[in-house]
Structures are given as structure tokens and as C-alpha cells.
């Protein structure tokens, strides 16, 4: 009687994991793709319009840098972008620049008021103010020069 040994062939298990891997990552790559697809895009479009204070303005005397004295009202409307032109509640607008950055929701008539003190740097005579509005439903809506701000 032949006495016979038999050895474990851990080759083949190494061979094979290479498929599973490729596998495993071929699945979540399509999981991925159906998630992304199922997150909700904006389907309207709206407007923002800045209707108070578009332009501030003041007289510092000299180049260097200047925050500006006071504090300025800046009032915007942001309504449908449409025939009707109807106002959007709750949207939330953000002003970013000239040392600003402020935030807030539009009321049930679509309106808010945001309080900014602009500030200039050395040898900067003028600069602008983005506006960022965004509302469930709708597309982002972006004015890269809402406010313009400049010394006199």
C-alpha cells in the first residue's frame, strides 16, 4: 500500500482572487452610477435681482486699506424665471466678496435684506460682490458681480 500526501494548491486561490476583486469593483461602479442618477436636479430656473443698493460708493481720501463706515442694506428679490415672475420663498442667498460674506432665506414675498460692510484693500479702487441663490427645485442661480463696491 502506497502511503500518498496530498498538498493544499493555494495557486488557484490566488489566481482567482484577482476576478473577484475586478468584480466586486464592477458592481459598485454601477451602484455608484444608479445613486448618482437618482439624485434629484433642479427642473426650473429662477432670477435674482439686487433692487436696493447695487452700487456703494464712498470717498476714504487715500489708497490704503479701507473698510467702509457704515453699514449698507442690500436688498434682493428672487422670483421664477418665467411670464409670471413669481416669487421664491425660502431660496438661500449668499453675498461673497470685497471682505463680505453673508447669508440668508428669502421671505414668502421672495425678498431679503442683507447688511455688508465692504472693505477694499491697499491700492484696490473697486471690486464686486457675488450673489449665490439656491432653492429646492431649482437651479443655482449665480451673479458674479450682484454689488459693485468702489471708492470715490
Sequence with gaps: MKLRI???N???QVLGLPMYLIIVMIVAVA????VIFMIPQGTQTMNALVTENMVIAEDPGN???FTFSQAYDVTIKVTTNDNRADPIAD???TLIGA???ESGST???GEITLSVTPELGTNINEAEIKMIVKAT???DFNDDAAVTVYRQ
Design 63 to 65: 489708497a490704503s486699506e
Design 137 to 139: 427645485g431649482f437651479e
Design 99 to 101: 471682505g463680505v460674506a
Design 91 to 93: 431660496a438661500t442667498v
Design 6 to 8: 496530498y498538498t493544499n
Design 107 to 109: 421671505n414668502g414675498n
Design 10 to 12: 493555494t495557486d488557484a
Design 31 to 34: 451602484v455608484i452610477a444608479a
